[in-house]
């Protein structure tokens, strides 16, 4: 580079305008590239800003050497490098380069509206080239729904790698040091990698420390598309991804109450579509609402469009805790080995997960301890009925329910749980599943519920006489397991219940099936307003099994026993009493059929099933209005039962 002419007496270099503003650049994009950008929004646009340029030197053999840079805006943003040193820098046709640029003594103040200071003792870029801009292009100001100049400089650079050791951002009590940043392969609002050491913050008391973070393919077009109603205009529509992957790892939270930690956070595949609100209008909005605290109450139609632009323009891969760990002095400890969620946009989620999680429960200070945990298929539909009327001012009380959002879940699971309770002692659940495929209206039409080992200590029961039987049975322990299955069909309007069972394990199952006929669309759609309709409800079959599971046999010894009876002799007899007791229900044909399996199961307990079948389906009704003698009549005239045991 040739000598530059100076004035006599003076160390200000006589510089084009356009190398004035380089070595400034050179900076912002730095602090852009880092701090994320910190830029005022102004009504009107303000004068360019001013850059001062210390000294310069240059020995020839193509380094330049500048001291004591500055550039200020009137937003109130500054930046001053107290040494800057380009490697072969050239310029042409309004565009520079430099193999190698570096910065000492960086102080970046980012305004009333930043964070504070930004400072960076040193840093090197190497490959970086750009836009060479005026003064004008330098600004940080901007109007609401329109970038600031500088942000489509930084936009535009390129780096093929930046390394700044140390940099810490604000002082005292609100201040963050970062080391070892390395961002890798800066082009044109790309990024392909960032990546940082230790990280240290406090924040009024509370001290976050970081082991290390990553930042993996990233790209800030999509996000800048949000911020200027040019670029949101032209932008292409569909999902655009900002980053791929973002890591952090060795969290660590003190506070006064407490403290937490977080072995690792990874969150992948973060995308972004251009909002379909002016970036202009969008902002005046948030302003709005976070000026005024009843703006949304008074302007419906503006939150509408606010959630109607926010909902369908990002989605997530997934995000994911590892090794989390919370005490605090309010509240009691807690850890989960994993927490994941899958899946996730603006309406839906495709599934949360919990692992290994283990506490004490506030309620009454005991341990628990759970393996697993997930909800999946998580969506919120039918929105455009409710936003709709919330749009036209129809308080959200006042909607329809058939237009309110139809929260649904396909599945949720459990397993391994593990707690103690003062009045029931060690409690215990194997496995629990609830899986609802199809919905309609607000409610599953078809639902499964798998219950697995449930246990807990006989002597806690409530049941008094319960509780004495199993203790007969020399159950210590009572363990139940239990299955639920329903599904309504819409084109005939039926519900059948079953595979429906409940088992005690080393007593008994008992199982339940049918078939309700008439039960109406309004029932998922309203429930509260489907009561009339459900008065046409029918049965149209019943199914009713009963499996020996070592209690039975053991309750006739004990009758037997305890009335001083032969126990062979007792199944004819409570057969004898059931057929009495049946006839006067179901008639004395279904009755006998009815007694006679049950001698013969009771007789050798081993499995007891009973059949219903109608000839004409039986109104339920006089269930729940009255008139019992109807019923029995229906049950006593249509009715045919099949009944077997072995």
């Known amino acids: 580079m040739a000598s530059l002419p100076r004035h006599a007496g003076s160390h200000r270099p006589r510089l084009d305008l356009r190398r004035r503003i380089a070595p400034s650049l050179l900076a912002l994009v730095l602090a852009g590239t880092v701090s994320g950008g910190a830029f005022a929004q102004a009504s009107s646009p303000p004068p360019p800003p001013r850059i001062i340029i210390g000294t310069s030197s240059d020995d020839g053999s193509g380094t330049s050497v500048f001291g004591n840079v500055e550039l200020s805006s009137p937003g109130g943003a500054s930046v001053h490098i107290t040494r800057l040193t380009l490697t072969n820098f050239k310029h042409e046709n309004g565009r520079f380069q430099a193999d190698d640029a570096k910065l000492e003594g960086v102080e970046i103040r980012l305004g009333e509206a930043g964070p504070g200071t930004l400072e960076i003792p040193s840093a090197s870029l190497h490959a970086l080239s750009g836009a060479l801009p005026d003064k004008a292009a330098l600004s940080t100001s901007a109007s609401p729904g329109s970038l600031p100049p500088i942000a489509g400089l930084l936009l535009a650079a390129k780096a093929e790698r930046i390394e700044i050791p140390q940099m810490q951002i604000g002082a005292g009590d609100r201040s963050a040091t970062y080391a070892d940043i390395v961002l890798i392969n800066l082009d044109s609002g790309r990024l392909a990698s960032l990546a940082a050491g230790k990280v240290m913050a406090v924040h009024k008391g509370s001290q976050i420390s970081l082991g290390s973070l990553r930042l993996g393919g990233a790209d800030f077009n999509p996000y800048a598309d949000w911020l200027d109603n040019s670029r949101a205009a032209k932008a292409a529509p569909g999902l655009k991804t900002v980053y791929d992957s973002f890591e952090l790892n060795d969290i660590g939270l003190n506070e006064p109450d407490g403290s937490s930690r977080l072995k690792k956070v990874t969150i992948a595949g973060l995308k ?88 004490v429960s506030n309620d009454d200070n005991q341990p628990f301890t759970l393996g697993s945990l997930s909800l999946r298929g998580f969506s919120v539909g039918n929105l455009d009925k409710f936003l709709d009327a919330i749009a036209a001012g129809t308080p959200p009380k006042a909607v329809d329910i058939e237009d309110y959002p139809q929260v649904r879940a396909a599945s949720f699971a459990m397993s391994d749980f593990s707690g103690e309770s003062p009045k029931q002692g060690p409690i ?89 006929g008439n039960v109406p669309k309004s029932l998922f759609l309203n429930p509260a307003s489907s009561y009339p309709e459900l008065l046409s409800a029918d049965m149209r079959g019943l199914s009713i099994g009963l499996e020996e599971r070592g209690g039975i046999r053991k309750l006739l010894d004990i009758s037997a026993k305890e009335n001083n009876a032969d126990v062979e002799q007792l199944p004819k007899a409570l057969a004898g009493l059931a057929s009495a007791r049946l006839t006067g229900l179901i008639g004395a044909v279904n009755a006998e059929k009815i007694a006679a399996a049950l001698q013969t199961f009771l007789s050798d307990p081993g499995r007891l099933q009973i059949d219903m079948t109608t000839s004409t389906p039986i109104a339920l009704a006089p269930l729940v209005i009255g008139g019992a003698d109807q019923l029995l009549d229906q049950i006593r005239n249509n009715v045919t039962v099949d009944a077997k045991a072995d």
Do not use: C
């Not at 972004?272 to 948030?286: G, Q, V």
């Not at 599943?433 to 798998?450: C, I, K, R, V, Y």
């Open 272 to 359: 972004l579509a251009p909002p379909n609100l002016k970036p202009s209008e969008l902002a005046d909005t948030l302003e709005k609402m976070g000026a005024d605290n009843t703006y949304a109450d008074r302007h419906p139609a503006d939150v509408v469009r606010l959630v109607r632009t926010v909902l369908p323009a990002f989605s997530l891969d997934s995000v994911t805790l590892e090794g989390l760990d919370i005490h605090s002095t309010k509240d009691r400890p807690v850890s989960a080995a994993l927490v994941r969620i899958e899946a996730i946009s603006g309406s839906a989620i495709g599934e949360i997960r919990f692992g290994d999680i283990a506490g």
């Open 428 to 516: 215990r659940v194997e496995g629990f599943t609830l899986d609802a495929p199809q919905w309609t209206g607000l409610l599953p039409s078809q639902l499964s519920l798998h219950l697995k080992g449930l246990s807990g200590k006989t002597g806690t029961l409530d049941d008094a006489d319960g509780r004495a039987t199993l203790e007969k049975f020399g159950i210590d322990t009572m363990v139940i397991n239990a299955d639920a299955n329903l599904a309504w069909a819409e084109a005939d309007k039926t519900l059948a219940f079953g595979p429906t069972s409940a088992e005690i394990e080393k007593v008994a199952k008992v199982s339940l099936n049918g078939t309700i």
